[in-house]
């Protein structure tokens, strides 16, 4: 008999089971995929290069506990992640800054511009595009035009189907408008990478003897089959009640691993590409990794929906009124349960970097199992 069946070895599920088996808890922890790791997992290819299977994922956080719980299982490499946008045939920062601006206009031009928005927000302040579009300056109305032109309504028309003002306006206030000449993607305190990878950092979370591992199997296969006391559910919140109040939308991704000879394929850990190609952004991982391997791999995104029917993977919830709504049938039904509970990315439908995964599942294990 176990005390607990998790379903789903994500960021989630892992640490969870790490923290019921350090209190004696017997777990059994399932995944569908052949893996661990959900979609942080990485391994090593035949070149000997560390691949994130299912996209980059650049470690960072502001919380001091999360780190330090996490810092229990591995070593880290610091690392600040760089982006750059394609646009207008330069290749510019993004966070889009004050050098962003000072790369694509003349010079008098680009310092009226920064004048402007350092008068209205002040040096050092974040801007969403959403929030710069409602601006009433005429400098900064044309500047605010051009960036949303150019770096996020392609780019979001590709990554989620849809305009920027058709999503949650927390989606675009991820990558704001810097009014600061600072470079990093992420201004978190603590920017950090695993120094042997994600899954070798899961596989010490999962090391106790308390913990059973099943891999290859839908939990539904194994129900009737698995005597537990209680269940953690960290899949899709809707297919978990057989989509009684309608289907969740999600959006997938296809990954394209591209293998090269070259020591280095482009100047930084990403390139964003909010134009017309199919793919969104070309991560190239050894950068994120800090790797000294002679070939390198680059990793291209091109988005596209979520389909049921197919093999796809749901990436992403979809941010915006009408799914929360839906989203919240499920959570009342997921309120009358009980000894069942839900935490993660796609059971709560929350647009959850990892470090918020990992605080809410240490706040689960706090607040509701450990009594
Ligand atoms: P998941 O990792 O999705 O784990 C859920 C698991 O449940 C899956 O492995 C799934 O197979 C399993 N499962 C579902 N249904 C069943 C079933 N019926 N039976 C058995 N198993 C089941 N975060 C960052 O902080 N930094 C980044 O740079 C970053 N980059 C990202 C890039 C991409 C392309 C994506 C998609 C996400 C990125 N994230 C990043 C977010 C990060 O991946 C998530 O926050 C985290 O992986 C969520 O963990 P989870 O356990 O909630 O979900
Ligand atoms: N975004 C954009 N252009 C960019 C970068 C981001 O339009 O160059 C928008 C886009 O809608 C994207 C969102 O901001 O989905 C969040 O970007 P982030 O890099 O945080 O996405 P993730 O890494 O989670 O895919």
């Known amino acids: 008999m176990y005390d607990y069946l998790i379903v789903g070895a994500g960021f989630s599920g892992c640490v969870l089971a790490e923290r019921l088996a350090s209190a004696g808890k017997k777990v059994l922890l399932l995944d569908k995929r052949q893996h661990i790791g959900g979609n942080a997992y990485d391994y090593f290819n035949e070149h000997g290069i560390l691949i994130h299977k299912y996209g980059p994922h650049?470690?960072?956080?502001?919380?001091?506990?999360?780190?330090?719980?996490?810092?229990?299982?591995?070593?880290?490499?610091?690392?600040?992640?760089?982006?750059?946008a394609s646009i207008d045939g330069h290749l510019v920062p993004i966070p889009f800054n004050l050098n962003s601006i000072e790369m694509l206009f003349p010079i008098k031009y680009s310092e009226k511009l920064i004048a402007s928005l350092i008068n209205s927000y002040g040096y050092g302040s974040k801007v969403p595009i959403l929030k710069l579009q409602e601006v009433n300056d005429e400098d900064l109305n044309?500047?605010?035009?051009?960036?949303?032109?150019?770096?996020?309504?392609?780019?979001?028309?590709?990554?989620?189907?849809?305009?920027?003002?058709?999503?949650?306006?927390?989606?675009?206030?991820?990558?704001?408008?810097?009014?600061?000449?600072?470079?990093?993607?992420?201004?978190?305190?603590?920017?950090v990478m695993p120094?042997?990878?994600?899954?070798?950092?899961?596989?010490?979370?999962?090391s106790s003897h308390n913990i059973h591992i099943l891999l290859n199997v839908d939990y539904r296969e194994v129900l009737a089959l698995v005597k537990y006391k209680k269940l953690i559910y960290t899949g899709m919140i809707d297919e978990y009640f057989d989509h009684i109040h309608g289907y969740l939308p999600y959006r997938s991704l296809d990954f394209v691993h591209k293998y090269f000879e070259f020591i280095n394929y482009q100047e930084v850990g990403t390139i964003n590409y909010?134009?017309?190609?199919?793919?969104?952004?070309?991560?190239?991982?050894?950068?994120?990794?800090?790797?000294?391997?002679?070939?390198?791999?680059?990793?291209?995104?091109?988005?596209?929906?979520?389909?049921?029917?197919?093999?796809?993977?749901?990436?992403?919830p979809i941010p915006n009124a009408i799914n929360e709504d839906i989203y919240k049938l499920y959570r009342n039904e997921a309120e009358k349960m009980s000894n069942v509970y839900f935490c993660g990315r796609l059971a709560e439908y929350r647009y959850y970097n990892m470090d918020q995964v990992v605080a809410r599942a240490l706040k689960m294990f706090e607040t509701e199992l450990n009594q």
């Open 58 to 84: 650049i470690f960072h956080t502001n919380s001091k506990r999360v780190f330090e719980y996490l810092s229990k299982f591995t070593d880290w490499r610091s690392y600040e992640h760089k982006v750059l």
């Open 142 to 191: 044309f500047l605010s035009n051009y960036i949303y032109d150019n770096v996020f309504l392609n780019y979001t028309k590709k990554q989620w189907g849809v305009r920027p003002e058709e999503l949650s306006s927390s989606v675009t206030s991820r990558v704001p408008i810097l009014v600061s000449k600072d470079n990093r993607y992420f201004q978190d305190v603590y920017q």
């Open 195 to 206: 120094q042997n990878g994600y899954t070798y950092m899961f596989s010490k979370m999962l």
């Open 274 to 316: 909010p134009n017309n190609n199919d793919y969104t952004r070309i991560t190239e991982s050894k950068h994120l990794t800090g790797q000294k391997v002679s070939g390198t791999i680059v990793t291209i995104e091109y988005p596209k929906d979520y389909n049921y029917q197919n093999s796809d993977i749901p990436y992403y």
